[in-house]
């Protein structure tokens, strides 16, 4: 089975990656930060505010159970895009809404999607969602890998 990489931030990581694990297709899912310039940065200088990474979740999946397309469409329906580096009750560039392309693919379908769902009116506001390059992604502390799952939780309690 081949496999394929998509990264993505919509505020606190753990439940953008609960609802990348229930897709089908999605092979494996890991939290953590990207977009910055800090080097292995921890969670708790990511909170501070001062890397400039966003909490993000890695998704491997199966292009052939699951689309990117697919996945945009999971990313978009679980966050609000058109919150400037926020959401809900977190607050920062940490939790900024982005998709953090690997390949020119990922990057027209990224921007198609931006398009088509600020086109549809389904938001009054402008979607404020970065669409960039990926860089390198630093795994989070092993506590917040698949924290919703060890802590019986399903979702924020917002």
């Not at 052939?64 to 058109?82: D, G, I, M, Q």
């Not at 092993?142 to 399903?154: A, L, N």
Request: charge should be negative; include cysteine.
């Amino acid at each position: 089975m081949v496999t394929e990489k998509a990264i993505f931030a919509a505020g606190c990581f753990w439940g953008i990656e609960a609802a990348f694990r229930q897709v089908n297709g999605v092979i494996s899912t890991r939290v953590g930060y990207t977009g910055g310039t800090s080097v292995n940065p921890t969670y708790r200088e990511v909170c501070g505010g001062r890397t400039g990474h966003a909490e993000s979740v890695e998704v491997e999946y199966d292009p052939a159970r699951v689309s990117y397309e697919e996945l945009l469409t999971v990313f978009w329906e679980n966050h609000n895009p058109t919150t400037m580096n926020r959401q809900g009750p977190d607050v920062g560039t940490q939790y900024r809404s982005a998709i953090f392309f690997r390949n020119p693919q990922q990057e027209a379908a990224a921007r198609a999607s931006k398009e088509r769902l600020q086109q549809s009116g389904k938001y009054s506001r402008a979607i404020v969602t970065e669409i960039t390059p990926a860089s390198e992604f630093y795994v989070a502390e092993d506590y917040h890998q698949q924290y919703f799952e060890k802590h019986g939780m399903s979702h924020c309690n917002v």
